[in-house]
């Protein structure tokens, strides 16, 4: 399809195990972002990216946190040794400048939904 | 602390009734988002608003951002049960301006 894909939809996952949750962007969109969103409330920022380059990473909450984009296109946001707190739905997202380089629109994946037991 | 926030929290009106939900910052933000997110879907842009000033119009709803560029206002005029979702509110920096960031959200419920 031509949207944001991501996947696992859903992942279930006992505690201290490693998770990965991989989005497909839209071809050729320059920007993509992480957001974890708690139900009922806005996205938080985790992190983004131009092309291949992490251009911010201060959302992560901790160093068990890691997100790439190796090649500028598909991105990877690993979780290591997962705790209870991690469970959320995590969201992707990716854009093009918009007019004038202001922001553009941030087209979001359906998320992938973490419970970590 | 959050950069961006929203009020009311919360809103359940009747329908045909206006309602206004405020989006407002300490920082000065160089463009400012509206999106709409329904149960089970992400989020989807409604307007980008980029001037101090400005004021956008789609349909019954009229985007407003302060002069300042510090803040910015969603009014819907005679509310549809359609209108029912989370109202968010996404900010970019000057000094960053493709990092966006979300206000918490208004949840509003329009009652038919």
């Known amino acids: 399809g031509a949207g944001v894909s991501q996947s696992p939809r859903y992942k279930v996952t006992k505690r201290g195990q490693d998770v990965a949750l991989r989005c497909d962007p839209i071809?050729?969109?320059?920007?993509l972002y992480w957001y974890r969103q708690a139900l009922g409330q806005g996205p938080e920022f985790l992190t983004y990216?131009?092309?291949?380059?992490?251009?911010?990473k201060s959302g992560l909450p901790n160093d068990r946190f890691s997100a790439e984009r190796p090649e500028g296109s598909i991105s990877t946001l690993t979780i290591q040794r997962t705790e209870q707190r991690d469970s959320a739905m995590y969201r992707c997202?990716?854009?093009?400048?918009?007019?004038?380089?202001?922001?553009?629109?941030?087209?979001f994946g359906e998320g992938s939904r973490l419970t970590v037991l | 602390t959050q950069l961006l926030e929203q009020s009311p929290q919360f809103l359940s009106i009747q329908e045909g009734e206006n309602l206004t939900v405020y989006c407002n910052s300490s920082s000065v933000f160089s463009s400012l988002q509206w999106y709409r997110q329904e149960p089970g879907e992400g989020p989807v842009l409604l307007v980008t608003?980029?001037?101090?000033?400005e004021v956008k119009k789609l349909k019954r709803l009229t985007f407003q951002f302060g002069d300042a560029r510090k803040d910015s206002s969603l009014h819907i005029t005679a509310a549809q049960p359609g209108d029912t979702g989370l109202y968010l509110c996404?900010?970019?920096?000057?000094?960053?301006?493709?990092?966006?960031?979300f206000g918490p959200g208004t949840s509003l419920s329009v009652i038919p």
């Open positions: 996404a900010g970019a920096r000057k000094t960053s301006y493709d990092k966006v960031i």
């Open positions: 071809s050729g969109h320059v920007s």
């Open positions: 990216f131009n092309y291949e380059a992490q251009q911010d």
């Open positions: 997202a990716s854009s093009s400048p918009g007019l004038a380089g202001f922001t553009g629109e941030l087209f």
């Open positions: 608003v980029v001037t101090g000033g």
